[in-house]
């Protein structure tokens, strides 16, 4: 079955633990990308990767890393979080022009 | 940044009725356009895309499109509770290649 997995799928952790939230597809898309959700904000991009070792800022990075070493694999880390870093994030891929598959989804709260 | 703006609703109608669901960009580049779906606590999901101007027809969806006025819509024909759910107007910033930019969203109710 194609798809994009997230792992965790929930996360509670305190300010300052590093942490790594995984995303993985199977449908070898070059594309790659990283969202965050917040009530009343809507979805934001965070980080994308347009191939293995090509990634960019999308409108929030700060705060945020990413790699691609390998192009079914790109993993969010967040070195030391912060409680505004609580949210709902998103991982997805694409191959055609736009045409994004999403993950389900990581509830991270940050105490 | 380029902005896509959607009213957030709630936009409520009846069983059977017809939904419509507006959007605007800013972008005057931009070339496609897309609406997802997503449920409450899902991810969002592709329901229809539009390249050109005028309507777009896919089983109960119809995507319109008007370039010159900088609008998108979604119309939902014989609406059914299963439709409940917000509806994201998600247009790409001319030159980008991949990346997409969101509109908040409208929340559609569709009551029995």
């Keep these: 079955e194609a798809q994009v997995t997230q792992n965790p799928r929930y996360l509670i952790t305190v300010t300052g633990k590093k942490l790594t939230v995984t995303c993985s597809q199977n449908m070898n898309h070059e594309y790659m990308s990283w969202y965050r959700q917040d009530p009343g904000l809507g979805l934001r991009q965070i980080y994308y990767s347009m191939n293995v070792e090509v990634t960019d800022k999308g409108d929030v990075p700060e705060g945020y890393k990413v790699s691609r070493k390998e192009k079914r694999n790109f993993p969010l880390i967040l070195e030391s979080p912060s409680p505004n870093q609580t949210s709902l994030y998103f991982c997805a891929s694409s191959q055609n022009y736009n045409e994004q598959f999403f993950g389900p989804g990581t509830r991270l709260t940050v105490l | ?112």
Excluded: H
């Excluded at chain 2, 669901?21 to 991810?43: A, H, I, M, V």
């Design chain 2, 1 to 112: 940044q380029k902005e896509v703006e959607q009213n957030s609703g709630p936009l409520s109608v009846p069983e059977g009725a017809i939904a419509s669901l507006n959007c605007t960009y800013s972008d005057r580049g931009s070339q496609s356009f897309f609406w997802y779906r997503q449920y409450s606590g899902k991810s969002p999901e592709l329901i229809m895309f539009i390249y050109s101007n005028g309507d777009k027809e896919d089983g109960r969806f119809t995507a319109q499109l008007n370039k010159a006025s900088q609008y998108v819509s979604l119309l939902i024909r014989d609406s059914q509770p299963s439709d409940s759910a917000t509806y994201l107007c998600a247009v790409p910033p001319s030159g980008s290649g991949y990346a997409l930019n969101f509109g908040k969203g409208t929340s559609l109710l569709v009551t029995p």
